[in-house]
């Protein structure tokens, strides 16, 4: 039984913190739960950890350096029978060395109350998987590749989920004949092969920084800090969902419905930016304001497996929304989506995938990654970006978001520098402009004529609070006249968007719905782009 024991010990996961004793009644209120304390491990178990922990960094600095180094050796002739024997016999005596070493940190740890009651509850929790088990588990910060999965997409029998992964919105093909397309596909290989191979190396790497481990490493203080400010201060439970793909997504939830508030009734679930995690991230904002949250990380991000491909994503935001329906127990109708960034992308595909989610909001978000992929690439690449992110990032973010005809919010930052296509001081190019165009020119074709698109940039190009203030008076826009014309409408139809309401109208009646509208969708955030959003900036969207 104790060599058991040990063994379980040498093959167990790191433990990082402990945030309450698993043996604990815990007391309803903050003000009966204690604080958590980082896991301190023994002498012996603290030098051949970073032992390992070396020997492991050289591993990875070998493997990505391994091209380089192959050739090296070989042309220095080190690729031969008579060296590659003796060097064969000194990786083996270090991989010996490395596994005595293993069996001493088990041995460290086997010494360990701590650990030792931890590795029990696992494997306890990975035999049962009941609410008592998983409740200790949850009590322990250790490296989530060993938590045992708490939902998966094969509990639930849905038609949009299959091991192909969930559907997207393709780009339009082009039509040519048969003849045609065999001499174009053979004249373009060579450009399919190079986007693949920039798609899967730097420019995945470069369109979501955060699945890069070096910096995941250099924030792991802290991330790890985060996550337990949300268990230890906001009784937060981290849960291991199993996506279509295989993925395991990393999420952490908060319950505020037993506080008896009407925002705890509603669940916002956060789809953070490229190199955001829930830990740090704008699940913050929602929690501020009281209401239940559900944060996830991207597919190689934090705890997340996978890479944040398009179809990847996706995949993960489906099974986050059918783990808060069957398992958290709300309904699509009590559900928010909010985004911030890149987040913009799986939030309008939920919103267009669950039509019945109660609305969307989205923070310093993008129309479509095209351009800002050309801004920050050189101009003689343009065919070649083109065609990357059309074939493997299609962040099409305003084509899904045209699908949905529930409520939606629109925030802007004044200063944002990243989804700018030239400077933050050029309000007119941020992209957040032309989501919000796309989105009014589709619901309202009638309203949002040449004038009426005129009019609305202006509105959008304003410097300050106080030009838009008076851009927004010196067309003398009467709010209750407008609310008034579109109730009407809604009333007499009671008709799915676009709408026509406009159509047999003024000039000047068009112009006044052309800015109620835009100040209703969207609302200025004097900022940049990285700043946390305040619970006071966080609403609903505008309902008519």
Known sequence: MAGWMWLRCVLGPHLHRIHHPPDQSRLEGRAGRRQGWSYQPRSLEKHTDSILGWASALWSLSYYSSPLLLCYLYRKGYICSTKLVPVSQYLGTVLVCLLGVACLRGYGRWKNSDYLQFVSILEETKKNHSP???????????????????????????????????????????????????????????????????????????????????????????LQQGQARLIEEFDGQRNKIVACDGNEIDTMFVDRRRDGGQTGQTLVICCEGNAGFYEVGCMNTPLEGGYSVLGWNHPGFGGSTGVPFPQNEANAMDVVIQYAIHKLGFQLSDIVVYAWSIGGFTASWAVMSYPEIQSLVLDASFDDLLPLALKVMPDSWRPLVQHTVRQYMNLNNADQLLKYQGPVLLIRRTRDEIITTTGPEDIMSNRGNDLLLKLLQFRYPKIMTDEGIRVVRQWL????????????????????????????????????????????????????????????????????????????????????
């Open 132 to 222: 008592e088990n998983k409740k200790k588990l949850r009590c322990y910060d250790f490296d989530f590749s060993f938590w045992p999965p708490d939902f998966s997409w094969t509990e639930v029998s849905n038609p949009k989920q299959s091991k192909a992964g969930v559907s997207l919105l393709k780009p339009e093909p082009r039509l040519r004949g048969t003849a045609d397309s065999v001499l174009h596909s053979v004249r373009t290989l060579p450009c399919h092969v190079v986007s693949f191979l920039i798609a899967h190396s730097f420019g995945r790497r470069m369109l979501y920084p955060g699945s890069v481990g070096l910096l995941q490493k250099a924030m792991r203080p802290m």
């Open 461 to 544: 190009g304003a410097s300050s609070p106080m030009e838009e203030a008076s851009v927004y008076s010196g067309y003398e826009v009467d709010d209750d006249w407008c609310v008034s014309v579109l109730q009407s409408y809604q009333a007499d139809r009671d008709v799915l968007f676009p709408w026509s309401v406009g159509e047999d109208m003024t000039l000047e009646g068009r112009r006044q719905l052309a800015l109620f509208l835009a100040r209703k969708y969207m609302r200025n955030f004097e900022t940049t782009h990285c700043t946390p959003l305040p619970a006071s900036e966080f609403h609903s969207p505008w309902r008519l």
